[in-house]
């Protein structure tokens, strides 16, 4: 298979979009959403041009390229930190009820859709979801300021740890976020980059190019294939991919008499591509670290996380903390400060305070941990579960639903030990320290994915389902005919996504009253083996193999400090398990799920989303 040719930028030809989307059904047991690149491959679409179905607010539009759609360029002297949403005298406010939620550190990316909807109708109100639940990716960043951030005008951005599948460098560094160029530190993990090589230049990757081409030296890029053997790979996985997506963002205070540093994690879906930051259904969690008091203290959190991040097997030493540094890397650096590796920097923040666990995946052959080593895939996910969730007179965890933009080659069993591991009946033990006859019963998993109407009903239409490719092949296995149901739905939240193209992971499983989650988590992990990874027992002896990097987070009622996990604007009640309480002080956490919590079955005409389908369609309509 070509890679190069899978991830070149096409120039949408029919012919072109089929080559892109047999090679993404090559692998039958790995997900790889985003390995038939991002639009079917058409990457100068996803990079230069705005949907013609939706149009951004006007103040947030592209801002010049080279392709003649001035129609959606954004004049150049605009100034987008400046460019914020500001409260107007009667405004029409739909709020979300916050008075007994505990702040979630969930959130949705705003899409030009919620853009809109904030300059129409939330001006007024910072607890509008809207501004609440959906940031875009500079609030995230802390580049523009969302209400409900606690960020200081007074702080600035010491240090960036990127990590992702897919990265278009000119879009993401110069027309979305420019002012990261002025960071002094820059690490970038990543599977691919866009952009394009210089065959007079061989041997130089597109990095290399870039940066000549840019003259930025303060960033880092550092490749990581499963496919290729390196420092972090002594045995290549074939089909395996770096699919996280990460961003630790390093933040120092220069209020002269309040120091003080804080670290961003920000575990999210998205690919750094116009149209999946901007168009597509993305999410992710988000919490802030403060400096360690105590030096030689450590969490959960941060063990999991520099245990995760050694996988990479990075040796570069860097000045973490420095003054700033401007663009064109000509101001002077403060020389006091010592460099140091990058686990050692993670290692001065206090996770104690985390919200979230974390779920990794790392490819490789690994021994089955029953321990206190770090456990990957779905094996993390049982731990979790073990660990965080209370011993029940007797759990009745119902339904597992599972939201994912890609599916592998799965089998019954598979579904059965997945379920299995992820079960609350069969995982939680009970208050008498048995477990329940239900731990043996069959799995009740409930796909959300996208049926082919609703892909070409979509803000991006049919193109944009080059990043769902499920291919039919693993889409018709008939194991999973009767699991699958709708992303959208007549009862979905105020949220509702449905006219964007999920590429959003989510899990959860839903409680015995169904209004609420015994767990939640969101992450980089598709629906398959190579993302979750597989028991095997072969010539290596008994192991856990996965084919990807990946991660995600996982949520309880215990990790976040409530009662009660459910959906946003669901019921706010105590669960007929625990003990009668006093309702006043029943506490929640709201989940902001794009879709509906109790999703809608497909129906007899509804048919799951493939690529196939895509091409198919394609070729009749002549493109």
Known sequence: MDDNKKVSRSTGRVSEVIDLVNDTDEDDDGDDD???????????????????????????????????????????????????????????????????????????????????????????????????????LRELLGLDQNPNDLRHETEQIDFLILSNFMIDLEYFFQEEAPELLSIPTIVVFYHHLVGDEDPTQPGKTAADLWKQRSG????????????????????????GCHHTKLFLVGYQSIHQHRPSRRLRVIVHTCNLLHNDIHLKCQGGYMEDFYWKENPFSSSPFETALTDYLATYKYK??????????????????????????????IGNYDFSTAKAVLIPSVPGFHKVSHGDGP?????????????????????????????????????????????????????VKTSTGSRTLQAQRSHQFQLVYPTQHEIAASVEGLRGGGSVPGSMRNISKACLQNLWHRWTSPRASLLDKGQNVPHIKTYYQVDEDEIGMHWFMIGSHNFSKAAWGEQQNGIRGPCFKIFHWELGVFLSPQTVGVDRLIPLGGEKKSSTTTEE????????????????????RHDLNDRPWTTDMMMMMMVNEGR
């Open 581 to 600: 309480r006093d309702e006043r002080n029943f506490t929640t956490c709201e989940i902001p799920l794009p879709y509906a919590f109790r999703p809608d």
């Open 34 to 136: 985003d390995l038939s690149t991002t639009d079917c491959g058409d990457n100068n679409n996803n990079k230069k041009k705005k949907s013609q179905r939706s149009e951004p607010p006007p103040s947030k539009r592209s801002r010049p390229t080279n392709n003649d759609d001035k129609d959606d360029e954004e004049d150049p002297g605009i100034n987008r930190k400046e460019d914020r949403y500001h409260p107007q005298a009667g405004a029409v406010v739909v709020e979300s009820d916050v008075s007994s939620s505990i702040s979630c550190p969930i959130k949705l990316f705003a899409t030009y859709q919620d853009e809109q909807t904030r300059i129409q109708q939330a001006q007024s109100s910072p607890s509008h979801w809207s501004f609440l639940h959906c940031w875009t």
């Open 216 to 239: 930025q030296q303060n960033i880092h890029f550092v490749h990581r294939d499963p496919n290729e053997r390196s420092d972090a790979i002594s045995s290549p996985i074939q089909f």
């Open 375 to 427: 456990s990957w895939g779905y094996m993390a996910v049982t731990k979790a579960i073990q660990t965080h969730l209370p011993s029940y007179p007797s759990p009745r965890g119902r339904s597992i639903v599972c939201q994912f933009s890609s599916i592998g080659s799965l089998s019954l069993p598979y579904l059965q030990s997945l379920w299995n591991a992820w079960d609350i009946n069969r995982v």
């Open 316 to 345: 570069g030493k860097h000045k973490w903390c420095t003054t700033p540094v401007s663009v064109d890397r000509k101001e002077p650096v403060d020389e006091d400060t010592e460099a140091s590796f990058l686990l050692d920097q």
